[in-house]
């Protein structure tokens, strides 16, 4: 079973920044594409951006486009969310994705209860 583990939640301030990543440790996940989803109190689970394999093609939800980037290391084994200018509606728990049939831009319209993997969730919350 793969285990995902995301790391670099906190609190921040309106406008400020916070890194995000996921490991699994032991495993590998460099020949598949990830992603990072989002779930906020009393909302569904969204997608928030997805990389695919070779970090060649990145894809990322509207809500988020221009202020978050998404990066891979495949040597090191990690997926980082580089979030910036964060708002106080950014504030969710924030989830790293798997799932090993799917591409990144797959990720982002697939049923969430189709997606693989998940790790436990690290949360963030912006406060204004």
């Known amino acids: 079973q793969l285990q995902l583990v995301e790391s670099g939640g906190g609190l921040v301030q309106a406008g400020g920044s916070l890194r995000l990543s996921c490991a699994a440790p032991g495993r590998t996940f460099s020949t598949y594409a990830m992603g990072w989803f989002r779930q906020a109190p009393g909302k569904e689970r969204e997608f928030v951006a997805g990389?695919?394999?070779?970090?060649?093609?990145?894809y990322y939800a509207d809500s988020v486009k221009d202020r978050f980037t998404i990066s891979r290391d495949n040597a090191k084994n990690t997926v980082n969310l580089q979030m910036k200018s964060l708002k106080p509606e950014d504030t969710a728990v924030y989830y790293c994705?798997?799932?090993?049939?799917?591409?990144?831009?797959?990720?982002?319209?697939?049923?969430?209860?189709?997606?693989?993997?998940w790790g436990k969730g690290t949360l963030v919350t912006v406060s204004s």
């Open positions: 990389i695919s394999w070779n970090a060649v093609s990145t």
């Open positions: 994705a798997l799932d090993p049939r799917s591409s990144n831009k797959a990720m982002a319209v697939m049923p969430i209860r189709d997606i693989a993997y």
